[in-house]
């Protein structure tokens, strides 16, 4: 069962402002399209107000816009679709200014080019993620369609030697209502072209909205449904080869013998590739690749890290938590404020590597030729992708041409380039064109994971049970520090610290460190909700110790913290409103909350559990309440919530990558369990709606939902559990 619920809040939009401080005439730019339609170039918003990053005039267009002859819309745009919804949602931007239908915008994915299409909310690296798609395309796409609609009004208007404040759109055309002309905007595209852009054209009020705030149809649906979309799995290129590859069973072992006589004898295998930690079996379908690799014999080196142990990388973050790390945030006195705190609690947290396990494995077709190279591929930083084929056929940039395709699941896997980087180096030694892909087990041992956390907490209380000071100090590894060098700054970077700092509660003493340590034998990336999802464990779920040490309700005990936070107040409140929190429940069956403030939207829930006398636990219910600014489309808001939850319970009860003698031993959905249908719990999302601007939907739901779940596990059984995944041997009943 899941509901989806709506609440009103009233505020007053700002529609004078630009987002970051730029000005519309370095957002907008129009010319004539080939055809002759209009082509209006928009340059989405740098961070920091930064729009001098640009050069010259400061305008450097990253998404663009073109009205055909025949009226279509079509945007292209530097975001990619893997579920989320992003292109209904980026289409719904543009159609409700522009005044025209929904199922009239066409959206296509924009062509590798970093100049181009450079997304500067990350870095300038044309990529997706981090839950600001919305967040970056909200004004400007907003403000193109309102200028675009402007020029073709001016355009109809001169045509028929009218007032253009006499003429309204509506529905793809321009009308004259006085004298019941109407044209379409097709045939203006070529007049509109011509004029100015109007940099002055006002922005609707959130009152006049037609689209926006609708549960719009997904424009990706049907495709789906009938099969005709196109995931980076089903590319078929003529003459195409499938290939699946064994690699190094050890992170930076190597292939030292191979024996594929046997392999060479099974029907269909067309070839066998030897790479230097790697080995790939090349036929003409699936089936015989398969059986083929199932046939080599390969002995490996397996290298430096032959030996090693997750307990060996814990104990290396733990002690790493005993020195002093760079300084993430600090308010007040720390040292002087826990001397005269009258109660002092401390704890400590660990979090496991994951694995992303997406729906569709790793995947890359590549045909490699004397003077270019071809990839069709799902991937989340497509620049990157044609940028290492480059680099690995030693070919021109402009001689790799990318096809970028949707993509079913990402989670942060497809930002990385590695199976890339892999087909390419396959593909190298075949004729033709080769898909390679990885298989499950592959696909899970072979991943580059959420990084390993531990985490050292502290608080202290006064006399009434309230937190004066609170002392976080956690090591792990950091993916910007490899991925987006410039942004890890002074030893720090977002997707470690974000859901530790900045939190939403009234703390007059607050002192955050963070540890680099990057594990050795393993490597690590960005996951869903990459920070959070390990620092708002730590803190909701130590929240909900200062709350128990001060014999207080968790839910008052955060209220009481909350003046200063209005939108995070009135999410908790609804939360727990709405999961009847207080309300007595049977015995072993408990209620946890979590709130917070990441990705610019306020979430609270409330998980309902239940807790079986052998340890196994069931997640009963879930009560989601969201701020998330502006919605553009709650359907779409709803089933990331859905999604996310699910995903974060996942991980909650079962999500854990181990190593031993230098392999991860889980291989598959046996070993790396997933949420089963008949696990899911019933889920409400009540949303509040306002006029600011949109919050990230992407993530949050994945980092709110684990603390919600082991706090209603201590509700339900009072036992603390401080390290994920669950483990249900200690939540077992004395017999």
Not at 342 to 355: D, N
Not at 387 to 410: F, M, Q, R, W
């Amino acid at each position: 069962m899941i509901l989806n619920h709506i609440t009103s809040r009233n505020r007053d939009p700002d529609q004078s402002g630009l987002a970051n401080g730029l000005s519309r005439r370095r957002l907008l730019q129009a010319g004539v399209a080939i055809g002759g339609g209009l082509l209006l170039s928009v340059s989405l918003p740098f961070p920091n107000g930064g729009a001098e990053a640009a050069g010259g005039d400061g305008f450097v267009p990253n998404a663009f816009i073109r009205i055909d002859g025949d009226g279509q819309i079509v945007l292209t745009m530097p975001y990619v679709e893997m579920g989320q919804g992003t292109y209904t949602a980026i289409s719904m931007l543009i159609a409700e200014e522009l005044e025209v239908e929904l199922k009239q915008v066409r959206l296509e994915h924009a062509p590798p080019n970093e100049k181009l299409y450079g997304n500067p909310l990350i870095g300038g690296v044309q990529a997706t993620g981090n839950s600001n798609a919305i967040r970056g395309a909200w004004q400007p796409l907003r403000q193109a369609g309102a200028a675009a609609r402007s020029m073709l009004v001016s355009a109809a208007a001169r045509r028929w030697n009218v007032d253009p404040a006499s003429c309204r759109a509506q529905s793809g055309e321009v009308l004259h209502p006085s004298t019941g002309r109407h044209i379409e905007y097709g045939a203006l595209a070529a007049d509109a072209a011509r004029l100015p852009v109007p940099y002055d054209v006002a922005l609707k009020r959130p009152a006049d909205f037609k689209l926006i705030g609708t549960p719009a149809k997904r424009l990706d649906t049907p495709a789906k449904v009938n099969g005709t979309a196109v995931f980076g799995i089903d590319a078929r290129p003529p003459g195409v080869k499938i290939a699946i590859l064994a690699q190094s069973p050890v992170f930076g072992g190597r292939v030292k013998s191979v024996d594929d006589a046997a392999a060479r004898a099974v029907k269909g295998v067309r070839q066998i590739v030897r790479l230097d930690d790697a080995v790939a079996v090349v036929a003409d379908h699936m089936g015989a690749a398969k059986k083929g690799l199932a046939a080599l014999v390969i002995e490996w080196d397996d290298g430096p890290h032959a030996k090693l142990t997750t307990k060996r990388i814990a104990d290396e973050l733990e002690t790493a938590t005993l020195n002093p790390g760079a300084v993430a945030q600090n308010i007040g006195d720390i040292g002087k404020a826990l001397a005269r705190s009258v109660t002092r609690v401390e704890a400590t947290y660990e979090v496991p590597f994951l694995a992303h396990a997406t729906m569709e494995p790793m995947n890359c077709t590549v045909h490699v030729r004397k003077d270019g190279c071809e990839i069709w591929v799902g991937n989340q930083a497509i620049a990157r992708a044609q940028a290492t084929a480059a680099k690995t056929t030693g070919l021109p940039l402009d001689k790799v041409v990318v096809h970028n395709h949707l993509i079913g699941g990402g989670f942060g896997r497809r930002l990385e380039i590695d199976g890339v980087t892999r087909a390419v180096q396959i593909a190298q030694h075949v004729d033709g064109p080769v898909k390679v892909v990885w298989t499950r087990e592959e696909d899970i041992q072979h991943d580059m994971y959420r990084p390993y956390f531990f985490h050292r907490i502290s608080a202290g209380l006064d006399k009434k049970g309230k937190p004066i000071a609170l002392n976080h100090r956690f090591a792990g590894s950091s993916i910007l520090a490899r991925w987006l060098a410039p942004a890890f700054n002074n030893g720090l970077g977002p997707d470690t610290t974000e859901g530790a700092i900045d939190l939403v509660y009234a703390l007059p003493n607050l002192h955050v460190e963070y540890q680099r340590v990057e594990p050795p034998g393993i490597p690590t990336t960005f996951w869903r909700s990459p920070g959070p999802s390990h620092n708002v464990f730590v803190t909701e779920s130590f929240m909900d110790e200062l709350a128990a040490a001060a014999k207080q309700d968790a839910v008052a005990y955060r209220r009481a913290l909350l003046d200063k936070s209005p939108r995070a107040k009135a999410v908790l409140e609804l939360a727990a409103e709405k999961a009847g929190w207080g309300q007595s429940l049977p015995e072993r069956v408990g209620r946890g909350v979590s709130l917070q403030f990441v990705f610019g939207t306020y979430m609270a829930q409330v998980a309902e559990v239940e807790v079986s006398k052998n340890g196994e636990v069931r997640v009963r219910r879930v009560f989601c309440a969201v701020d998330c600014g502006t919605v553009v489309n709650p359907d779409t808001v709803e089933a990331q919530i859905q999604g996310a939850i699910i995903f974060g319970i996942t991980a909650a009860l079962y999500g854990e990558i181990t190593l031993k003698d230098g392999r991860v031993q889980q291989t598959n959905f046996d070993t790396y369990q997933m949420l089963r249908m008949n696990e899911a719990p019933a889920i409400e999302v009540h949303i509040v709606q306002n006029s600011e601007p949109p919050g990230g939907m992407g993530e949050p739901g994945t980092s709110a939902i684990i603390p919600a779940v082991t706090n209603a596990i201590f509700a339900a059984t009072g036992k603390r559990l401080r390290k994920m995944p669950v483990d249900t041997t200690a939540l077992r009943q004395p017999a």
